[in-house]
């Protein structure tokens, strides 16, 4: 859910420039991009196609707010990041969809009519936002910097930067037809579950020559008409998107866990009318593709131990009580990673699993959950904190521990094994005794809390936490965009890293994840998702929703590096070799992200499909592996607004056994040039 802005308070316009017979100049790209097939950031709610039937653009709820699509394949070429996510959700339930008659433009839109704003004064008008925001589609980059100003003769709003007036702008808008509508409903989509996206109304259109038709109702279908064939792909991601990652000691065994997915797989057990996740284990030394298991419920965690023998995941379902109450339930399991079997069965069914951890030895497993509060009054459904400490070899309970907390939300063993610390919301940070359960000392920064908007609609929360190798600092890192440093022992802060930057009055705009339970900021993509320290605690690794890896110096505190992990995304995990030499991120653009920390060069993509049957790799210079299928469908290269397939290089790119050989060190032999050979295609 998320706290709704008045009607009246936002209009935005994004246009779009298309690449075309007849589109304007844009500057060449210095390189060819890598485009997985990650659908949209949230769902698909508006469609409309450009007049020659190439593309499709679409809008939908999330940071990457518009989409383009290639109408012949469905797949995806471009995100559009468009404007600071505090305004998608009332752009998602009331804007319209609409391309310029030249076809060079899209534009998403509130009409001022459907808000009531005609009757506001034009400087109220400006000063609510209820002016338009232009973008180019071929750099997403903003087309108006600007004021817009009401032209009283003409009576609409203009601007110097573009020649369209609003009134225009709102004429690009195709209402819906009736023979869309049927179109659309004598061709049903392949197992839509209906009910997940019954809060969203169905649009739908046709081509220009009716060649094609696309409808949308948070998910997609895209259909040639001519030949009576859905088009896979369109609004939907062809490969998993991470939630977290994990390495054993050795680095030889890794294991994701994805964010879930709301369309019940092939391969769903039973049907399931709600969340999936998936759960692969990948042997990164000798495996030439991944292993899975797949669960009920929306993955929160998930922990390797590190002698590779036991693989801990913690899932979340959301249900409602007979007065409409949110309960959240899930489970703590405990899986045997050689036949990804749970042994023993689900160790607690609770309200939701939000942490998991194993200390180093693998000995103990640490679950984090959040419980109804049961001697809580009144009408509203309480949460407190429970914490609970596994004995992994006979999957008995060892203690646990009620806690006065709303959110337990992170969890970090420290090196010997006798401290366990707890991240909770308020940017607390709790330190417990392993052996006793007893707290030792806690944490936290009240100046942070108290000056952040967030404040607003509740406290920001800890999502991350590390030890430093000798176990004598802390790091933290919230949903609010701090990152700290503790001393252990003291409980002193060493360093306090990052903030996040709100931007203005109307940054005050907050979303609660439905796939978290966590209160996120939707005013600054800076909230920091996972910390990891180097092996020789030399560095502090950070990353998070803006999309980038910070690399902090520990002697200095100061920032040496930044790396970019993803463009419009939130980065989710970061895990660092045993023996320092590889970073690995991964997150909702669906790449796991090898980077060499001596160079801090990107190595090696790894994307993996949705069934986890077909996978892809491909090298910082472009040389790729995988299967047949995962190579065809599940990324490319694009070239300005052209897609090229990866089975259109030359025979030279495709390297096999990539991975592991980029991974033990070999030196692969340099490709031709990776943009030549995509542009001779």
């Not at 590096?561 to 320092?580: E, H, K, P, Y």
């Amino acid at each position: 859910m998320a706290v709704r802005l008045p009607l009246g308070v936002l209009l935005f316009v994004f246009v779009l420039s298309v690449a075309g017979s007849n589109a304007q100049q844009v500057p060449q790209e210095s390189a060819p991009e890598f485009v997985p097939q990650m659908g949209p950031d949230k769902s698909c709610a508006r469609v409309a196609f450009t007049p020659d039937s190439r593309f499709l653009v679409t809008s939908g709820r999330g940071r990457s707010t518009l989409q383009l699509w290639e109408t012949s394949s469905g797949r995806l070429v471009r995100n559009i990041a468009t404007y600071p996510a505090r305004y998608s959700f009332y752009l998602f339930e009331n804007g319209e969809l609409g391309v310029s008659p030249d076809g060079k433009s899209a534009a998403l839109f509130v009409r001022p009519q459907a808000t009531g704003a005609t009757t506001l004064p034009p400087n109220v008008l400006v000063q609510q936002g209820l002016t338009p925001l232009v973008w180019d589609l071929s750099n997403g980059k903003p087309m108006v910097h600007s004021d817009w100003r009401f032209d009283a003769a003409k009576q609409t709003f203009v601007n110097n930067d573009i020649s369209w007036t609003s009134k225009e702008i709102e004429s690009w808008g195709t209402p819906q037809s009736a023979a869309a509508t049927k179109w659309g409903e004598q061709h049903p989509g392949p197992g839509k579950q209906k009910e997940r996206s019954a809060f969203l109304e169905t649009r739908s259109a046709f081509s220009s020559a009716n060649e094609y038709f696309a409808l949308v109702d948070g998910f997609g279908d895209l259909w040639d008409v001519g030949k009576q064939r859905r088009i896979p792909g369109f609004c939907d991601s062809q490969v998993l998107l991470w939630k977290s990652i994990s390495l054993s000691a050795d680095g030889k065994l890794m294991a994701g866990a994805s964010t879930g997915s709301s369309l019940a797989p092939p391969d769903s057990p039973q049907p399931f009318p709600g969340i999936w996740s998936r759960f692969v284990v990948w042997d990164l030394e000798n495996s030439s593709g991944p292993r899975s298991a797949l669960v009920p419920g929306r993955s929160q965690s998930m922990a390797l131990s590190q002698d590779a023998k036991w693989l801990a995941t913690g899932t979340r379902e959301d249900s409602t009580d007979a007065k409409g109450h949110l309960l959240l339930e899930g489970f703590t399991a405990l899986w045997d990673e050689a036949s990804l079997k749970q042994n023993p069965p689900d160790l607690e069914y609770a309200e939701t699993t939000s942490a998991v951890s194993f200390s180093r030895d693998g000995s103990h497993l640490a679950s984090g959950m959040i419980v109804v509060d049961e001697k809580a009054t009144g009408d509203y459904v309480q949460y407190q904190g429970l914490l609970k400490l596994w004995d992994t070899a006979t999957g008995k309970l060892a203690w646990k521990r009620v806690l006065p907390d709303g959110e337990l939300s992170a969890l970090a063993f420290s090196p010997d094994g006798n401290t366990l610390a707890t991240g909770h919301d308020g940017v607390l940070v709790k330190l417990y005794d392993v052996k006793t359960s007893n707290r030792l000392r806690f944490f936290t920064d009240k100046e942070a809390v108290i000056q952040d908007p967030m404040q607003m609609v509740g406290n920001p929360v800890v999502l991350s936490l590390t030890f430093s190798p000798n176990g004598n600092m802390l790091a933290s890192g919230g949903s609010n965009g701090h990152l700290y440093v503790w001393d252990v022992q003291t409980a002193k802060q060493l360093a306090h890293l990052s903030e996040p930057h709100f931007e203005g009055e109307l940054a005050v705009m907050y979303e609660i994840g439905f796939e978290t339970g966590t209160q996120r900021s939707a005013a600054t993509r800076e909230s920091v998702e996972a910390v990891a320290f180097s092996p020789d605690g030399k560095r502090l690794y950070s990353t998070g929703c803006e999309g980038t890896i910070k690399v902090w110096d520990t002697a200095t505190w100061k920032q040496s590096s930044v790396l970019t992990a993803s463009q419009d995304r939130c980065v989710r995990a970061l895990i660092i070799g045993s023996n320092g030499k590889w970073l690995v991120s991964a997150g909702e653009d669906g790449q796991i992200l090898f980077w060499d920390t001596a160079s801090n060069k990107l190595a090696a993509r790894l994307l993996i499909s949705a069934d986890a049957k077909q996978w892809l790799v491909v090298s910082g210079e472009g040389l790729f592996d995988g299967t047949e299928e995962g190579i065809r469908s599940l990324a490319a290269w694009r070239l300005q607004n052209r897609l090229v397939s990866l089975t259109s290089l030359p025979a030279e790119f495709r390297v096999k056994w990539l991975l592991q050989k980029i991974l033990s060190g070999q030196t692969l032999a340099t490709p031709a040039s990776l943009k030549a050979s995509l542009a001779k295609q």
